[in-house]
C-alpha cells in the first residue's frame, strides 16, 4: 500500500480569507490559490477573477460562473509563474455555491492533465462549500499516485457568517 498524500497546513487564518472570498462571490463560484515557500504549508492568498463569467471553461463552456470557475489571462500566467518564484502555488481553491465541498467530475477534468498522466499541476484542492445562509464546509483534495485519483486529506472547520 502507497503513501497516502499528506494535507497542507492551512492556517485558520488563510481558510478565513478564503471563506470570505467565497462570501463575497456567492451566488458564483470564488477561485484563486495558495502559496508558500514550504511544500507542506501555505501563507499566502491570491484571489482571481472567475473568468467564466465570459464563457471560458474548458470543459462545460454552457456553465454559468454559479456551476463552474476558470482562472484566465493574467491570473493563469501568474499562477504558471509562480512555480519559479520563492513562493509558489500549493493549492487551487474555488467554491460550490451549493453549500457542499466536494472535488467534482467537472474539478477533475479540469484538473488533470489532457495526456493522462495525473494532475496539470502539482497542488491541492481546497474546495468551499457556500449556500444562503454562509459557508458550510470546505475540504481538501490531493492527488494519490495509488488511487489515480484526487482524495479527500482534509476537513476543516468553518463559520457560517
Not at 492568498?45 to 473568468?51: D, E, F, I, S, W
Amino acid at each position: 500500500m502507497g503513501d497516502r498524500p499528506r494535507p497542507l497546513k492551512i492556517p485558520q487564518s488563510i481558510l478565513e480569507q478564503v471563506c470570505e472570498e467565497a462570501r463575497r462571490a456567492f451566488p458564483a463560484e470564488c477561485c484563486g490559490w495558495l502559496a508558500g515557500p514550504s511544500a507542506g504549508a501555505v501563507e499566502a492568498v491570491r484571489p482571481c477573477g472567475n473568468a467564466q463569467q465570459a464563457g471560458a471553461h474548458p470543459t462545460a463552456a454552457d456553465r454559468d460562473a454559479e456551476r463552474a470557475y476558470v482562472i484566465a489571462g493574467d491570473d493563469l500566467l501568474a499562477f504558471d509563474r509562480s512555480f519559479d518564484g520563492p513562493a509558489p502555488a500549493r493549492a487551487v481553491y474555488h467554491s460550490h455555491p451549493n453549500g457542499r465541498a466536494y472535488f467534482s467530475d467537472t474539478d477533475r477534468a479540469v484538473a488533470l492533465s489532457p495526456w493522462g498522466d495525473g494532475p496539470t499541476y502539482p497542488v491541492q484542492q481546497l474546495v468551499v462549500g457556500i449556500d444562503e445562509s454562509g459557508v458550510r464546509e470546505a475540504a481538501l483534495f490531493a492527488w494519490s499516485e495509488e488511487q489515480r485519483d484526487f482524495i479527500e486529506v482534509a476537513r476543516y472547520p468553518v463559520s457560517l457568517t
